[in-house]
T-cell receptor
Framework: NAGVTQTPKFQVLKTGQSMTLQCAQD?????MSWYRQDPGMGLRLIHYSVGAGITDQGEVPNGYNVSRSTTEDFPLRLLSAAPSQTSVYFC???????????????FGAGTRLSVL | AQKITQTQPGMFVQEKEAVTLDCTYDTSDPSYGLFWYKQPSSGEMIFLIY??????QNATEGRYSLNFQKARKSANLVISASQLGDSAMYFCAMREVQTGANNLFFGTGTRLTVIP
């Protein structure tokens, strides 16, 4: 019963390094998203996807890239890490019932990223 | 304007007592959903309860209930018979159907501490 799997759980980067946060789900969900959680600010949406080949920006997309080549995977790329990207990152997925407000998102365990 | 407001940064409750966590929201969309998530110290986001804007009755899930007052735009979470394991961060979130995507707006959270 894997659900949403994120790797790695922890990562330390130096400023300017690049890396990819991995996210995979086994629930055949069409919708996937990435959030970041900063102290005192709740979760904010970075990017999302409503299906393979379709991605769009959320509230805080700058400095991040995404792609969605399969239904299962939705990686988040940091091309040149900055200290401001130190945060906890969550991936989430749900089925794509766009006309229904009841669309529960299921979250991965999170990736704690520090950029020095 | 903030879409979701949680005005209680921290709350304390005696074990076995009930506690109410406040959430107010702001939207002009007539169709929306309200969600509560729990984040224990281990960091994962756990879905607790959902309330739809057209639901006539307040949602309940075991010891969790939602006090939904549509005219006041509030969706307070009530936890009855608090347990030590309820100590966690609690987030209120909203989805607006008219956005066309399943994106969630989160509040800043309330840290609940259950006292033995």
């Amino acid at each position: 019963n894997a659900g949403v799997t994120q790797t790695p759980k922890f990562q330390v980067l130096k400023t300017g390094q690049s890396m990819t946060l991995q996210c995979a789900q086994d629930m055949n969900h069409e919708y996937m998203s990435w959030y970041r959680q900063d102290p005192g600010m709740g979760l904010r949406l970075i990017h999302y996807s409503v299906g393979a080949g379709i991605t769009d920006q959320g509230e805080v997309p700058n400095g991040y890239n995404v792609s969605r080549s399969t239904t299962e995977d939705f990686p988040l790329r940091l091309l040149s890490a900055a200290p401001s990207q130190t945060s906890v990152y969550f991936c989430a997925s749900s089925s794509k019932h766009l006309t229904s407000p009841k669309n529960i998102q299921y979250f991965g365990a999170g990736t704690r990223l520090s950029v020095l | 304007a903030q879409k979701i407001t949680q005005t209680q940064p921290g709350m304390f409750v005696q074990e076995k007592e009930a506690v109410t966590l406040d959430c107010t929201y702001d939207t002009s969309d007539p169709s929306y959903g309200l969600f509560w998530y729990k984040q224990p110290s281990s960091g994962e986001m756990i879905f607790l309860i959902y309330q739809g804007s057209y639901d006539q009755q307040n949602a309940t899930e075991g010891r969790y209930s939602l006090n939904f007052q549509k005219a006041r735009k509030s969706a307070n979470l009530v936890i009855s018979a608090s347990q030590l394991g309820d100590s966690a961060m609690y987030f209120c979130a909203m989805r607006e159907v008219q956005t066309g995507a399943n994106n969630l707006f989160f509040g800043t959270g309330t840290r609940l501490t259950v006292i033995p």
